[in-house]
């Protein structure tokens, strides 16, 4: 799209020519959408829980003040919607700080696979009281493989993507993380047997408050910005993380993450 055409004669000469200046703004009116869009979103998330609060709040100055079971639970559910205000707050912010570069991660050498097994057993109490089994397998990796990467990066990857495996995993199903080497990655798989995920929402799942369901994700907690939240973790990390689903059957995300070569120290001459 042209924008402006400008054309300055030099004194004396009659204009001889014109300069055409095109800029592309279709990334820019693209950002800007995508911020309008993450403005109301958010106002809306903060809106739901702040509107029960009120409700709740009004009506115990109305009449339930009074009668102590009412009471009680009326007071719970304020507790649990701030609860919810401060989890989607803390996750905003997060977001905010990643993108704008703020978030401050030191990528030293990290032994990769005892922070995965610590996310994973942080889990197991949570995984047991939903019936479900919750299996990690190293194979054959062990502690000397290293990454570029901070601990809290990797410890936020892999505490949502098995938070959301758990959460959208039925009674008697499986979680599993499976990790192994490729020649310049490690490759960590998280699977379940889950509800899955249509195949028209998968490519939008990374998406600012995407959710395939939103009432279901909401009664379970769900903000819908966490796996925005792993995309630009994994990203910054320069690794890359794909999805596969299907409906009914599970869902598996592949996270690879480049692996740190550090020299092996040189033998000394003798
Ligand atoms: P939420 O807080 O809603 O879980 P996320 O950003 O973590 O938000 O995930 C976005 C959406 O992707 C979820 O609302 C859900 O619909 C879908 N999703 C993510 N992980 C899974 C999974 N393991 N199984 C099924 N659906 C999933």
């Known amino acids: 799209r042209v924008l402006a055409v400008r054309g300055t004669p030099l004194p004396g000469h009659p204009p001889s020519g014109a300069v055409l200046v095109f800029h592309d703004v279709t990334d820019l009116r693209r950002l800007e959408r995508m911020r309008q869009d993450f403005v109301a979103n958010?106002?809306?998330?903060?809106?739901t829980p702040l509107a029960s609060i009120k409700a709740y709040a009004e009506t115990l100055l109305d009449w339930a003040l009074n009668d102590d079971a009412v009471n009680r639970r009326f007071l719970e559910r304020i507790d649990e919607q701030v609860d919810r205000?401060?989890?989607l707050i803390l996750d905003m912010l997060s977001l905010a700080r990643?993108?704008?570069?703020?978030?401050?991660?030191?990528h030293g050498p990290l032994s990769l696979i005892p922070v995965i097994e610590r996310c994973v057993e942080a889990h197991r109490d949570r995984?047991?009281?939903g019936g479900l089994a919750l299996v990690f397998d190293a194979g054959s990796l062990d502690g000397d493989v290293l990454i570029l990467a901070d601990e809290e990066a990797i410890r936020q990857i892999f505490d949502n993507l098995i938070d959301n495996a758990i959460k959208y995993t039925?009674?008697?199903?499986?979680?599993?993380?499976v990790c192994s080497l490729a020649p310049t990655a490690v490759v960590v798989e998280v699977s379940d047997t889950g509800i899955g995920i249509p195949r028209d929402d998968l490519p939008r799942i990374f998406e600012r408050f995407y959710r395939v369901d939103k009432a279901r994700s909401r009664e379970l907690g769900g903000t819908g910005l966490g796996l925005a939240i792993v995309k630009h973790l994994v990203s910054s990390l320069r690794g890359q993380i794909t999805v596969t689903s299907r409906p009914g059957v599970g869902t598996r995300f592949t996270v690879q993450?480049?692996?740190?070569f550090v020299?092996?120290?040189?033998a000394l001459d003798a």
Request: hydrophobic content about 45%; overall charge negative; glycine content about 2%.
């Open 170 to 177: 039925a009674e008697d199903g499986e979680v599993k993380l």
């Open 257 to 260: 993450l480049p692996r740190a």
């Open 42 to 47: 958010a106002s809306h998330e903060l809106k």
């Open 85 to 87: 205000l401060n989890v």
């Open 98 to 106: 990643l993108e704008s570069s703020q978030a401050f991660f030191e």
């Open 127 to 129: 995984a047991a009281a």
């Open 263 to 266: 020299p092996a120290p040189r």
